[in-house]
Every structure is written in structure tokens, then in C-alpha cells.
Nanobody
């Protein structure tokens, strides 16, 4: 069984910064792409940022130049550095990982439990 445990959410003023972390634990062969999604009240879950196992990244247009995704493969952890936060960034942020279970022949997606980010004065 694989678990993704997120941390780092909270309340921050507009213009502030937060850093989210997500650590994968359990028994598995390896990790492929990892990413962050978010869901605001009344809206669909959307991709925020994604990083491949090789380090290639892509971002939602709304967060480009403000958010940075990174990963530490030795720690099975993905990070999201969020700067210049805006009220519209308020949402529950979910970690996602494509996990190779026993070999590279089979993989599936796992999700974290979500962490609340609130940007408000």
C-alpha cells in the first residue's frame, strides 16, 4: 500500500509564500511523474504543476512564474513553492503520484488527502 502525505498548507496574506511537501511511503518499485492539483469550492479539480521523474516540469498558466515544483527522488518527495499568492489560489491542494507497483510494467495513480491553502487578508 502506498500513501502520499502532504504538509505545508495554511493561511497566508496576499503576496505571501507557502511551501507544500508530499512524501510517498509504503512498498513500491518506483515513482514516475508527480504533481499538484487543486480544487476550489464549486470548481473542478485542476492541474497546478507536474514534474516527471527526469525533472521536466509543466505548469498551469495561472501559476507560471509564481509557483515552482521540484522533487527529491532520494526522499520520494515532491514540493511546491508558492510565491506571490493571490486570493484566487485559495483551494484544497492535492498531491498526485504515478507509482510503479512491482515493476515498470504496471503503474497507477495515488492521491494525497489534500491540504487547505487559504489566501486572505
Amino acid at each position: 500500500q502506498v500513501q502520499l502525505v502532504e504538509s505545508g498548507g495554511g493561511l497566508v496574506q496576499p503576496g505571501g509564500s507557502l511551501r507544500l511537501s508530499c512524501a510517498a511511503s509504503g512498498t513500491f518499485f518506483g515513482l514516475d511523474a508527480m504533481g499538484w492539483y487543486r480544487q476550489a469550492p464549486g470548481k473542478e479539480r485542476e492541474l497546478v504543476a507536474r514534474i516527471t521523474s527526469g525533472g521536466s516540469t509543466n505548469y498551469a498558466d495561472s501559476v507560471k512564474d509564481r509557483f515552482t515544483i521540484s522533487r527529491d527522488n532520494a526522499k520520494n518527495t515532491v514540493y511546491l513553492q508558492m510565491n506571490s499568492l493571490k486570493p484566487e489560489d485559495t483551494a484544497v491542494y492535492y498531491c498526485n503520484a504515478r507509482v510503479y507497483q512491482d515493476s515498470i510494467l504496471y503503474s497507477r495513480d495515488y492521491w494525497g488527502q489534500g491540504t487547505q491553502v487559504t489566501v486572505s487578508s
